[in-house]
């Protein structure tokens, strides 16, 4: 309910910030110019990767003004083709953006013939010029001068569904000449053509998504209610771009989408690869309160040299670049009513280093440059593509020098560092780059050095603690070895619970030998281990962002569920004729978490000298922590209770149960005292305000 | 530079012919004429390859149309250079600059044959003032003066010193409405009214002025427009319906004299013109405003449509934004939107929780128009902080290409009470308003210096005029400005226990240790700002008290550093932050809505604020001078000579907390008087984004807008900024290491063209020290990354910057695309090219990223 009220309240104020603002410049000049994402998922600084260098609006196009142009192209010639849909025609730029020719009209056998609001454009290989000519449904070919070569209308086939409007959006070709369309309505997928024109098939149709709910519904309804519902349909693609090797790059403009950017082959497998901290789906950490929420909406894609590839977001007008791998590169542009920014862009392509824009609303062509440090990624990149690792690192240290945030980058030098066999400096790199895939690997040589420099001081040591043990445990017997028998005392009891859960728990039932105190004692061990293994356990197994690390919530963890299940145990065995007091309770549930107690250190130690590979070790303690405790605490509630073994389990359950119900009751009170007291407050806000 | 010695001999006259000109009437402001007559006099027979050629257009007189216009005013003041004059009509003003006979309207002459404007527009273009105004639900209506009190003869022309004092009541006029009824029963009407109007069309108008509820059988009147309402009460006196019957008919349907009661939204607003030597000022005391309580005004908008250019005209209007930029007279951006851009940026203490786009600021009060070969300039004299400069071209809504100001009179904004799931906003009004003048300054040009350089020139000799500057020492080495970061807070944690340490990125011996490092390599003169030196570093606690940082070395450490740049000749600017507090919110400022200013950053993705990521607190200028006073008690114990300000020159905010309301302009002169405080403590004094007001108490300018915002609506960007400083203010933009494009090259081309200085931004620590903290921004500041480059620009840039260092720029101008070239007044000339490769300007050969430098005459003989 609160939250309905505070949406209505960031409504109104944002409408009143955009009424009475409309745009503001900032008061402090300090805010970077882009960010990167870091692992974390946190939008760091980063320096500007480009900048707006021209904007064109058609009238130095020496053509007259662009109107709503809704597609880009440029060719392997270096010719820019836009797709002027408003005026009906193609404009054929050169590199030095000035036009070349105006293709408003053709000769199509004999007769005069020209567009109607064409949405698509691309230049084939060979120079020949696919049109998506929408209105006039159909694919327009001509040859590079402006020439009529065919064209093909509405494709028959069996496999299209019938009621299908053909509106061909956008058409690119390959080097054999097949052609791939996009059609409004086509969710099948994309359409695919032969040189001829003849209509083959679809090509990767994107999944179908619902929500269980839905399907429920839609099992359950009788047919006539089933017709009458949604069909589940995919989402349709609603651009593509085809790389030199054939390759299709695709985009879909849908809500949280998990893969908006596709990269297809030849027979319409999604082959992008997902290898960056997040998929390449644009923005990461987005909200829903904001004038534009949610996640970014790609519009269109394009290859870029060295398996780079940008996508445009429509929604809040950014370009994200990606390598090959999928790691985020750099992100530029923006909504607003400046030069370097949109207002509904729609369609991205490069032209060299050059990004290029298509405004479609302020009909307007931006061409954006790199900057040093938007040339630097992509060298780097470059270089490492084509194999030159020394250039690349070099080009990894030019980006740390004007970006201190970027991880890619220490990770770029880090990889370079371990081919080099400098393992403890790639270590530090990919600390720094948060890859513990490799940092491992680092670790793992650095390891076998030290161990292989090393080997007798390490034997000599390992030798010398196990003599140390041995020495002391002797030591400690002999002390003892004059004494009359002793049974296990209050101190020892835990101990000698954990291993003899059988006779500790009865001892300390019906011998009195259990100590509220020292359960308590050691739940808060347990806390302050948890927090150590937390904060110091090695880097390969430790995946939390130390510096937001609270240790508030480490007993949150640990000293809520003891209570929880004590209390709990508690309620449900009075009910059920236990003869656990409440003391033995927490007691046997304190003793019971000895094992964890016990493993945690030593965990910590080992996880700081393993490798990924090994970490599974690390993990098998954890589990046989919580295995252990588990049986310790079944024999503690069976001992205290003097219940069967049956009963034990059922009341097990039981208790969780009433621990689910006590969280539910608590969350109850809390959010009604959280009311009241918003309630108050905003009542003293508003005397406040009306004295 | 080898290249520019092969220049020729004719090319080297022509410079300084014209650059002498410029030079020369800097001396005398009356006669802008003259350097154009000077340098056509002048026998040169081709110009040379790169000179400052006018960019052609001959001289335009006033239209046969505009001297008939002035026909129909009266003189009413006049001096040497100007004579105003004044229709007493329309209120339409009219200065005529003597020198050679053009005349400046107000107005635009044409506006009745505005093809493109509507009605409201042609009035619009018709008035002098146009006014905003909420109504109790916050919302905006607007008044323009033509239609709203020049129409209805509501304004009155009095005499004023030199010039001419016109008072507009602008608004309702004094209710006459007296004589509808509000409400009148359906029997009355028939019987008193319809019944005696023999007009059947007359009988029907008259009763859609009413509506007609049939349950009570009444007629109410509907909302009618003055001169609809003036139409009504002839009908109904002609049908013998007087104002007795009205009230009658009001009280018998429950209508009281509540009526009469309403405030009406009416207006007094007084405009004074008035010659000053060869400038008109035209002011508005804002203390004389009239304003009903029930309708606050809004904001005032005054000569919008001054000297505006019509499509036949040639030009461009200059604006403020950043360094400043020009919008080409009928550029057809039609797409885009009009230019309206705070002076001094937004006002700090104004919530916005959503932030679309970061502008420039605008830094100088300045705005100017070129049309053919006529310019003016118009300087927001007062008011300056409450002003913003609008802008529009042709197309839009009028044929005409405009720019004026506009200010604020009072802030509003919408206070959301909350109960549960419901909400409602309730307007909140600014309740102290700014009682001085608001004062906008004309100054006019023409011939060869009607342009951007000419404007910037009257801008100049203004300040020099009034602050008496001085033009700065010719030194032998120019500044290698050096800032260095010195502590800040990180944030740690101990086993989970979060906790926040200082931990140093520069000590005050490592910041010797580079100062020590740059001498060595020939960096002659540097002046170092030390940011974050004390109370926890950067983001310091309360400046009131300092206590230099000890993880940098303390005040022994600090003093050894001050000692060490004395004996050295550096100048040594150590950096506080009065007007934002990092750290408690004792000094606050409040919002509107009555809680603490507390501004948070911005999420770049979002564009939203990030509550948990906290900036600053608004420092409520009520508290500034106690503030300065403390940190200057313990400063002066510390024997340093320069102070760095971090934003006393930056940002302007009000506060408007009901006990201690500060509005914008009042910040503005406290700021003022901290700034004399300051000036009087400090030999020399920093000030980081130099807003127009800190510039007479500071010498030094870092992060000077080195370009504009590029909004849609602008063509080009000018370095306005520099012109109109270089000689008297050391200028330096942005860090050379954290510049946009962090291409040190392309900085320095830039400081060449400006005349700025070198200037980098580092810190000692290993960079990784700032990752993954609150202080990430500082991404790029490893003094070693850049070392080495630093001393090579400087090395390159210097012989250049130490002879222009203390003069004027006399001509600036783009060659071509990303080619641009000055002159300074010494008439050393220097032509840049940012392009990636070599451009051939005239014959002259600049190479890719690089300059090209022509010396004047004499230098090249004592050099050679």
């Known amino acids: 309910m609160t939250v309905l009220a505070w949406k209505k309240t960031i409504a109104a104020l944002f409408a009143a910030v955009l009424l009475s603002a409309g745009l503001v410049p900032a008061a402090r000049a300090e805010q970077a110019p882009g960010y990167v994402y870091s692992y974390w998922g946190e939008p760091n600084p980063a320096p500007a990767a480009y900048l707006p260098e021209r904007t064109l609006y058609g009238g130095d196009l020496a053509a007259g003004k662009l109107s709503s142009p809704q597609d880009l192209h440029v060719g392997g010639d270096r010719k820019i083709y836009i797709a002027d849909t408003g005026n009906s025609r193609i404009l054929v730029l050169n590199d030095q953006l000035r036009t070349q020719q105006v293709l408003d009209g053709f000769d199509n056998n004999g007769k005069p013939d020209s567009f109607n609001q064409p949405e698509g454009v691309f230049a084939a290989q060979n120079g020949d010029i696919y049109v998506a000519d929408t209105q006039n449904r159909r694919i327009v070919a001509l040859t590079a001068d402006g020439q009529f070569l065919k064209a093909f209308g509405v494709p028959q086939s069996s496999l299209i569904r019938p009621g299908f409007q053909y509106e061909p959006t956008k058409v690119v070709a390959d080097k054999a000449g097949q052609i791939y369309v996009i059609s409004r309505g086509s969710y099948e997928g994309i359409m695919q053509f032969d040189s001829d024109g003849e209509f083959e098939g679809f090509l990767g149709t994107n999944r179908v998504k619902f929500n269980p709910a839905d399907l429920l519904w839609k099992r359950i309804s009788t047919k006539a209610q089933r017709d009458q519902m949604a069909q589940f349909i995919p989402i349709e693609f609603n651009n593509l771009a085809i790389e030199s090797n054939g390759f299709l790059f695709t985009t879909t403009s849908e809500e949280n989408a998990s893969e908006p950017i596709k990269r297809l082959n030849v027979s319409g497998v999604d082959i992008l690869r997902s290898k960056g901290y997040f998929p390449p789906k644009g923005d990461i950490k987005v909200s829903l309160q904001s004038s534009q929420p949610g996640s970014s909406i790609f519009v269109d894609v394009t290859p870029d040299e060295a398996g780079i590839y940008s996508g445009l977001d429509s929604k809040r007008g950014r370009i994200f670049a990606y390598d090959k791998d999928g790691n985020l590169l750099y992100v530029f542009g923006g909504l607003g009513s400046e030069q370097g920014m949109f207002r509904t862009p729609v369609s991205i392509a490069m032209l060299d280093d050059r990004t290029l824009i298509l405004d479609k609303d302020l009909s307007r062509l931006t061409v954006f440059r790199p900057t040093s440090y938007g040339s630097a990624i992509r060298d780097a990149v470059r270089y490492l593509d084509q194999g030159k690792v020394d250039q690349s690192t070099a080009s990894w240290q030019q980006v740390l020098k004007m970006n201190g945030n970027f991880e890619v980058a220490y990770i770029g030098i880090g990889k370079s560092l371990l081919k080099k066999g400098d393992n403890k400096a790639a270590m530090s790199y990919f600390k720094l780059g948060n890859n513990r895939e490799y940092y491992s690997e680092a670790f793992k040589r650095y390891r076998q050095q030290i161990v292989y420099d090393d080997f007798g001081y390490i034997a000599l040591g390992v030798f010398l603690f196990i003599a140390l043990i041995f020495a002391a445990s002797k030591l400690a017997k002999r002390r003892t070895a004059g004494a009359f028998y002793q049974d296990v005392g209050v101190i020892k009891n835990p101990f000698y619970t954990t291993v003899h859960p059988f006779n500790g728990f009865w001892e300390m039932k019906f011998e009195k030998k259990g100590r509220v105190r020292l359960a308590v004692a050691i739940v808060l061990l347990l806390a302050l281990f948890s927090i150590v293994k937390r904060q110091f356990s090695g880097f390969v197994v430790n995946y939390n962002n130390l510096a937001q690390f609270n240790s508030l919530n480490e007993f949150k963890f640990v000293l809520l569920p003891f209570l929880l299940w004590v209390v709990a145990n508690w309620s449900i065995t009075t009910l059920m004729e236990g003869e656990g007091k409440f003391k033995e309770i927490v007691t046997a549930t304190g003793y019971a978490l000895m094992p964890m107690v016990l493993i945690a250190l030593p965990q910590t130690l080992y996880s700081n000298i393993i490798t990924a590979d090994e970490s599974s070790f690390y993990y098998l303690l954890d589990t046989i922590g919580y295995i252990w405790f588990v049986w310790l605490l079944f024999v503690g509630t069976m001992t205290v209770h003097q219940y069967t073994p049956g009963k034990t389990i059922v009341t097990m359950l039981l208790t969780l149960v009433v621990i689910g119900i006590m969280l539910f009751l608590g969350l109850l009170f809390f959010s009604m005292v959280q009311q009241m007291v918003s309630f108050v407050v905003s009542l003293y806000r508003e005397i406040g305000f009306r004295w | ?864």
Not at chain 2, 433 to 450: H, K, M
Not at chain 2, 454 to 472: F, S
């Open chain 2, 1 to 864: 530079m080898t290249t520019s010695r092969k220049w020729s001999i004719g090319a080297l006259c022509a410079l300084i012919v014209l650059a002498g000109g410029y030079f020369g009437l800097r001396g005398s402001d009356s006669d802008f004429a003259a350097p154009a007559a000077a340098a056509t006099a002048n026998p040169v027979k081709a110009p040379g390859p790169l000179s400052l050629a006018p960019e052609g257009g001959s001289s335009s007189p006033n239209s046969a149309e505009e001297l008939a216009a002035l026909q129909k005013m009266q003189k009413k003041a006049e001096n040497a250079d100007l004579a105003l004059y004044i229709n007493e009509e329309t209120a339409e003003v009219a200065v005529q600059q003597k020198n050679n006979g053009y005349v400046w309207f107000s107005n635009p002459v044409g506006k009745d044959n505005d093809p493109l404007a509507s009605p409201l527009y042609k009035s619009e273009l018709a008035s002098q003032v146009t006014i905003s105004y909420y109504n109790d639900k916050g919302q905006l209506s607007t008044y323009n003066s033509f239609d709203d009190s020049v129409k209805k003869k509501q304004f009155t022309i009095g005499q004023a010193a030199d010039g001419v004092k016109v008072q507009y009541v602008i608004g309702k006029a004094a209710d006459q409405t007296g004589g509808i009824p509000k409400a009148i029963g359906k029997k009355r009407m028939e019987e008193k009214i319809l019944s005696k109007i023999s007009d059947e069309a007359a009988k029907k108008s008259l009763l859609y002025k009413f509506k007609f509820d049939e349950q009570k059988q009444v007629y109410t009147a509907r909302e009618m427009q003055d001169y609809v309402a003036q139409e009504v009460l002839k009908t109904l006196e002609q049908a013998g319906y007087t104002k007795e019957d009205a009230a009658q008919d009001n009280k018998e349907n429950g209508i009281g004299g509540e009526a009469e009661s309403a405030e009406a939204a009416r207006f007094t607003i007084p405009v004074v013109y008035s010659l000053q030597n060869d400038q008109v000022v035209v002011s508005v005391p804002a203390g004389e405003i009239q304003s009903p309580k029930s309708y606050p005004l809004a904001s005032i908008s005054v000569l919008k449509y001054f000297g505006a250019a019509g499509t036949e005209k040639q030009g461009y209007m200059l604006v403020p934004d950043g360094s400043g930029a020009l919008i080409r007279l009928n550029n057809g951006k039609l797409g885009a939107e009009p230019y309206n851009l705070p002076i001094y940026g937004e006002d700090g203490t104004y919530v916005v929780k959503e932030k679309a786009q970061e502008n420039e600021v605008s830094r100088l009060p300045v705005f100017g128009m070129k049309a053919n070969d006529h310019a003016f300039v118009g300087i927001v004299e007062n008011g300056d902080a409450l002003a913003s400069i609008a802008a529009d071209v042709s197309g839009r809504y009028v044929s005409y290409n405009s720019i004026g100001s506009e200010f604020q009179i009072t802030a509003m904004d919408y206070y959301t009470l909350t109960s549960g799931t419901r909400s409602s906003s309730v307007p909140v009004f600014q309740k102290k308003l700014y009682g001085g003048d608001l004062r906008i300054r004309y100054a006019f040009t023409d011939g060869a210096s009607a342009d951007y350089v000419g404007m910037a020139a009257l801008y100049r000799n203004y300040l020099v005029q009034k602050y008496d500057l001085k033009p700065l020492p010719a030194e032998n080495r120019s500044p290698f400005v050096l800032e260095v970061a010195g502590a800040f807070r990180k944030q740690n944690s101990f086993l989970g226990v979060p906790y926040r340490s200082t931990e140093s990125l520069t000590t005050f011996d490592q910041a010797k240790g580079l100062l020590e490092m740059l001498q060595k390599q020939d960096v002659g003169r540097i002046a170092l700002r030390y940011v974050g030196w004390f109370n926890g570093g950067i983001r310091h606690a309360s400046p009131s008290d300092i206590s230099p940082a000890g993880a940098l070395g303390g005040t022994s450490g600090l003093k050894k550093l001050a000692e060490y740049t004395k004996n050295n000749g550096i100048e040594f600017f150590p950096d506080a932050a009065f007007l934002e507090a990092y750290k408690g919110s004792g000094s606050a400022a409040e919002f509107l809505n009555r809680s603490r200013a507390k501004v948070y950053e911005y999420d770049p993705v979002m564009r939203t604020q990030d509550t948990s990521k906290f900036s600053h607190y608004i420092v409520s200028t009520s508290k500034l001078s106690g503030i300065v006073n403390g940190f200057l008690r313990d400063y002066k114990k510390l024997g340093l000579t320069g102070l760095s300000l971090r934003d006393l020159g930056g940002e302007v905010n009000s506060d408007y907390a009901p006990s201690h309301p500060v509005d914008r302009q009042t910040a503005l002169e406290t700021i003022e008087g901290a700034l004399d405080n300051i000036a009087g403590a400090a030999d020399k004094v920093m000030v980081q984004t130099g807003n127009a007001y800190s510039l007479a108490r500071a010498g030094w300018i870092v992060h000077a807008p080195t370009h504009s915002s590029s909004m849609n609506l602008t063509d080009e960007d000018v370095p306005f900024y520099q012109i109109a400083l270089h000689g008297y203010f050391q200028l330096a933009g942005e860090p050379f290491n954290m510049d946009d494009d962090q291409n040190p090259k392309r900085s320095m081309l830039k400081a060449l063209e400006t005349g700025s200085n070198i200037y980098y931004q580092w810190f000692y620590s290993e960079p990784s020290i700032v990752k993954d903290t609150d202080f990430n921004g500082l991404y790029a500041l490893y003094y070693r990354d850049w070392f080495d480059d630093a001393v090579k620009m400087y090395q390159e840039a210097d012989p250049v910057l130490r002879e222009i260092g203390n003069q004027p720029i006399v001509g600036h101008r783009k060659l071509g695309e990303g080619v641009y070239l000055t002159v300074f007044a010494n008439g050393t000339t220097v032509a840049v090219n940012y392009n990636p490769k070599a451009v051939t300007v005239k014959g002259v050969t600049i190479e890719p990223e690089s300059y090209s430098l022509q010396v004047n005459r004499d230098a090249a003989k004592g050099g050679e």
